[in-house]
């Protein structure tokens, strides 16, 4: 069973914790993270580039010439798409991206991607992040405590903390999630995840 030690927000080990093996210690599939990953950014895709096709573009309804005796190539309509300012063939239309993928590989590429972090040490348990007021600078003392500054940081709490959030927004390169929210490209897209103790067990109950 995969153990990390617990931190304060100073950056002091105050205790050791047991991970669940089943999240954190899983065999790592890349595949599968290559197919969540693949998914997540395609899903982000607004799929709204479109282009006329010859039926669309204004004009063109009369034949430009008589089709013999001009000595030039016959031709049906201005907008034919060998025309200059015709239209498109096979051009983009909206389309969704969307790739549908089971909720047990999405399930297999976090488990997968948080076991890569605890392998990497890159993962950091806290006791808990709480700010009376939005504080930047406070932010960027904890992160400098935890040695994550200057650095790509994924947050993690378990449930949204505005106070939290307002303070960290403005760091280049942070990011806060809810644990709810966790998936597969955040967390192999910054180089530390730091994770409070009660996200965990919430990342614990979602995923096993």
Do not use: C
Request: no cysteine.
């Amino acid at each position: 069973m995969p153990e990390l030690s617990l931190y304060n927000a100073e950056g002091k080990q105050i205790d050791d914790l047991e991970l669940n093996s089943d999240i954190f210690g899983v065999e790592i599939n890349e595949h599968v993270v290559h197919e969540a990953v693949t998914a997540q950014l395609a899903a982000k895709r607004r799929g709204t580039a479109s282009t006329k096709t010859r039926a669309e573009v204004k004009g063109g309804g009369r034949k430009p010439w008589r089709q013999k005796g001009t000595g030039r190539a016959r031709h049906g309509s201005i907008r034919s798409p060998i025309w200059v300012g015709g239209g498109t063939t096979f051009g983009p239309k909206p389309r969704s991206y969307r790739k549908k993928i089971p909720k047990k590989v999405k399930k297999l590429a976090v488990k997968s991607a948080l076991t890569a972090k605890v392998e990497e040490d890159e993962l950091l348990v806290v006791d808990k992040l709480e700010f009376d007021i939005p504080k930047t600078k406070d932010m960027v003392n904890v992160l400098a405590a935890l040695e994550a500054q200057d650095k790509k940081v994924l947050i993690v709490t378990a449930n949204k903390d505005e106070n939290l959030y307002k303070s960290a927004r403005n760091i280049p390169g942070v990011k806060v999630l809810v644990a709810a929210a966790i998936n597969v490209y955040d967390i192999l897209n910054n180089e530390k995840l730091i994770i409070t103790k009660d996200a965990l067990k919430k990342v614990e109950e979602v995923l096993g």
